[in-house]
């Protein structure tokens, strides 16, 4: 079992950058698929990108792809999203996520574990 919570989040202007983070706890991480999710209001929670357990593959919501980033740090417990050139309809909250294996990596319900999710918003 891994607890995780986000950090990061916060408000900034179209076209400007956040990094979210999602440290988790015990000596497991490196054990789990890892996701990130988001959801803005009236919205499904969204697929955003996701990683495998030891960092060699990376998938993206085509909606993102070429502005966001993830990646893990096993060692540390930690993984992140960069997010650049935010625009507002990445507005929402974003929630990491993990879980056993790589499988439909986009379902949210597939995912075991979430953080308590933090709130990105993006003024235009």
């Known amino acids: 079992q891994v607890q995780l919570v986000e950090s990061g989040g916060g408000l900034v202007e179209a076209g400007g950058s956040l990094r979210l983070s999602c440290a988790a706890s015990g000596r497991t991480f490196s054990s789990y698929f890892m996701g990130w999710f988001r959801q803005a209001p009236g919205e499904e929670r969204k697929f955003v990108a996701a990683?495998?357990?030891?960092?060699?593959?990376?998938y993206y919501a085509d909606s993102v792809k070429g502005r966001f980033t993830i990646s893990r740090d096993n060692a540390k417990n930690t993984g992140y999203l960069q997010m650049n050139n935010l625009q507002p309809e990445d507005t929402a909250v974003y929630y990491c996520?993990?879980?056993?294996?790589?499988?439909?990596?986009?379902?949210?319900?597939?995912?075991?574990?979430w953080g308590q999710g933090t709130q990105v918003t993006a003024s235009s």
């Open positions: 990683i495998t357990r030891n960092g060699d593959q990376t």
């Open positions: 996520a993990a879980k056993d294996n790589i499988g439909w990596y986009t379902l949210a319900n597939k995912y075991d574990y």
